[in-house]
Nanobody
């Protein structure tokens, strides 16, 4: 059973950058699809970005496109999220998610497609 562990959250100022990582333990990612979602208190969890490990194809939410970059490292079985030009509205608890399936693009942003979740890492953007 794959366990997911996020790291890299913290407190930064608007315009700063931050890099989140999600490491898998238990087995390595192969043809999985992995993703980042985020959630603030009182709101539904929302999609941020996803990547297919089979072909390295990314998919982004409109709100982060051009600012965030998702990547994967096969040798470490780790997924990363480079977040640049951070805004206060990016403040949230960020969750890593994974499914062993290769999802089609239209499904990569759907929370229900992912079976495994990490515990989350807090990102706070404030001056």
């Amino acid at each position: 059973q794959v366990q997911l562990v996020e790291s890299g959250g913290g407190l930064v100022q608007p315009g700063d950058s931050l890099r989140l990582s999600c490491a898998a333990s238990g087995r390595s990612f192969s043809r999985d699809t992995t993703a980042w979602f985020r959630q603030t208190p009182g709101k539904e969890r929302e999609f941020v970005a996803a990547i297919r490990w089979s072909d390295n194809h990314p998919y982004y939410a409109t709100s982060v496109k051009g600012r965030f970059t998702i990547s994967r490292d096969r040798s470490k079985s780790t997924m990363n999220l480079q977040m640049n030009s951070l805004k206060p509205e990016d403040t949230a608890n960020y969750y890593c998610a994974a499914t062993s399936r290769t999802l089609i693009l239209s499904s990569m942003g759907l929370m229900g497609e992912y079976e495994r979740w990490g515990q989350g890492t807090q990102v706070t953007v404030s001056s």
